[in-house]
Every structure is written in structure tokens, then in C-alpha cells.
């Protein structure tokens, strides 16, 4: 009897297993000519100083758009595309086209700040970071002053060695650093000290269940303080209640962005946020 069960649920498993692994395939391919048919985009989510709820830039998040199953988001197929090496043409795409906006902001007259686009560890290894960035910042025009480049926490320690040469030359560039997902990447504190980065960015876990997680509470208290201390700016993602819009102002976390200011957005709906700048005095 037991048997039997055992036998019916390996069977069950498998099956879904095959199920995975076909939706994969299937993606795999579909992503080669992603690039090619254009169905690739991106959104824009706002980001806050808490200080003086300012709108200082954006975050750039990389859409799917395919032509019969949607919008497709990002969890689905990054890996797919990190596993068969598509990340880099398509992360250089999405580079390219966070600095041409950013640029076009500019020039409109817009106060724009930052464009924060998030880099896998794949990008880095199998490519010249360094190079793609100092091309695609000399084809747009952008000062490098307003590229933020976003780097997850877990990749950077996996060889963080390695790792802070090659942010050190990003930086040196003009390019800002930031932390993604910090919190969840065990960072070891005596590398995060070295660490040649401007920004950590909470994880949206820590923020999520604030106020009724004392816990939380408790470990985004302790982040910002660190942050603080290393003279790291801190921003909040996954901010979704004015509630805890409040308790990350009263605690002095510099920057924020998620849904309850504003979901990720498309370029159109992004420049409605926008100001122009205020005109010099000549
Ligand atoms: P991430 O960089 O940590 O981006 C934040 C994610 O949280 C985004 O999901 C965003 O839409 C979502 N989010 C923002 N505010 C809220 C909120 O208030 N509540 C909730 N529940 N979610 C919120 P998204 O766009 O699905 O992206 C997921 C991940 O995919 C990103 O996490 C990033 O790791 C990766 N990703 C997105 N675009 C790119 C890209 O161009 N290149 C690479 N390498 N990775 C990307
Ligand atoms: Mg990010
Ligand atoms: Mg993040
Ligand atoms: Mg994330």
C-alpha cells in the first residue's frame, strides 16, 4: 500500500518536473528571439528621498512583452537567461536604453536625478562591465553621475574579492554603486566595509511585514544604523503603507520607493512624475 502511494507521488512529481523543464525549454527559445522581434521593455519605479518626499530617479525593471503569453516579469526569465548567457546582450540593451532615457530627460529640462539599473553576476563575469559601460555612457551622452548600478548582495559576497576590483573600477568611472536585496546575502561585515559601494538597498522582506513584525523592525533599525555608520546612503524597497513610510522617515532611512508611492511605470507615465527644473538665474 505504502508502496503504491510512494510509486503514484514519484510519478506525480515527475511529471510536474517534466512540466518545468518544458516551460524552460520553451522559454529558452522564445528568449533568443526576444531580443530580435523587440519584446523586450522596460518600467521605471520612482524612487523618494523621505526627507522631503522629492522624486530623485527611477529604477529601471525589465519586462517580457511576448506576443501570445503577455507580459512575462522578470523572475520568469532571468535565470533562463543568466543559465544560457542571454543576460549579457540583453542587459547591455537594457543599459542602453535606461541611458538614452535619462538623457532625453535631461536634455528636456527635467530635474532628473538617477537611473538605477540592476546588473546580474553573470554580466560581470562573462563580459567587460567596465567597457560596456564607458560605451554605452559615451553613445548616450549621460554623465556617469546619474548611472546607479544595482548588485545584489548574495553575488557580491559569493566572490567578494574578486568582485570589489571590478566595482572599483565601475566607480571610478562616476558611476554609482548599490547593494540589492541587502540582508539576505550574509554579508560578511568585514567586507562590507571595503565594499566600494554609495547605497544598500533593504530588502523588500525586512519591510514587508512592518509594523507587525517587531522583528523587522528591529533589523531595519539595525541596517540603517550600519549603513549610517559605513556613510552609505540607505533606501527602502517594497514600501507598500504610509505606515511604514513613517516609521523609515522617523528613523532616518534616506530613500524609498515601492507601491505606495508608485508601481514601476512606463516612460510616458514615469515623465508625469517629473518636474522640470527650476530655471537658472543668469
Ligand atoms: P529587484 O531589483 O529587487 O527589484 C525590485 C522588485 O520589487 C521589482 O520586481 C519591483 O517591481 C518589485 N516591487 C517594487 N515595489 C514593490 C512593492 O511595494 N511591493 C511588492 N510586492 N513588490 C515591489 P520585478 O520588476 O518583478 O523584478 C524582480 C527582480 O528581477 C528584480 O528585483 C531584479 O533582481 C530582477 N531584474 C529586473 N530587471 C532586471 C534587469 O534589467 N536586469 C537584471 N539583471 N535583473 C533584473
Ligand atoms: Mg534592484
Ligand atoms: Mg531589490
Ligand atoms: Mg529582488
Known amino acids: 500500500q505504502a508502496k503504491e502511494q510512494g510509486r503514484g507521488m514519484f510519478q506525480f512529481y515527475d511529471v510536474r518536473l517534466t512540466e518545468r523543464a518544458k516551460e524552460r525549454l520553451f522559454l529558452e527559445s522564445e528568449l533568443r528571439e526576444a531580443l530580435v522581434r523587440e519584446e523586450l521593455l522596460v518600467h521605471y519605479q520612482p524612487q523618494y528621498s523621505l526627507a522631503d518626499d522629492r522624486l530623485i530617479g527611477a529604477e529601471v525593471l525589465l519586462r517580457w512583452h511576448h506576443s501570445e503569453h503577455g507580459i512575462i516579469p522578470p523572475d520568469k526569465f532571468i535565470s533562463i537567461a543568466e543559465d544560457t548567457g542571454l543576460i549579457v546582450p540583453i542587459g547591455e540593451w537594457v543599459l542602453q536604453t535606461a541611458c538614452r532615457q535619462a538623457k532625453t530627460w535631461l536634455a528636456a529640462g527635467y530635474d532628473f536625478q538617477r537611473m538605477a539599473v540592476n546588473l546580474s553576476g553573470v554580466q560581470i563575469e562573462r563580459s567587460d562591465m567596465l ?3 564607458r560605451q554605452v555612457l559615451k553613445d548616450t551622452g549621460l554623465p556617469a553621475n546619474y548611472l546607479e ?9 559569493q566572490q567578494a574579492q574578486q568582485n570589489i576590483r571590478i566595482m572599483e573600477d565601475l566607480r571610478a568611472l ?5 547593494v540589492d536585496d541587502f540582508g539576505t546575502g550574509q554579508s560578511s561585515l568585514g567586507y562590507l566595509k571595503r565594499l566600494p559601494v554609495d547605497k544598500l538597498k533593504i530588502d523588500r522582506s525586512f519591510i514587508m511585514d512592518i509594523p507587525q513584525d517587531s522583528n523587522d523592525m528591529a533589523i531595519t533599525r539595525a541596517i540603517i544604523a550600519l549603513g549610517h555608520n559605513l556613510h552609505l546612503t540607505v533606501l527602502a524597497e517594497g514600501v507598500e503603507t504610509a505606515e511604514q513610510s513613517a516609521f523609515l522617515k522617523e528613523l532616518g532611512c ?8 508608485s508601481r514601476p511605470l512606463e516612460a510616458a507615465s514615469y515623465e508625469r512624475f517629473l518636474k522640470k527644473r527650476p530655471a537658472s538665474v543668469a
Open 149 to 157: 548600478l544595482e548588485i545584489t548582495e548574495t553575488y557580491i559576497m
Open 131 to 133: 567597457a560596456t559601460v
Open 174 to 178: 562616476g558611476v554609482a554603486l548599490a
Open 254 to 261: 534616506d530613500e524609498a520607493q515601492g507601491y505606495y508611492y
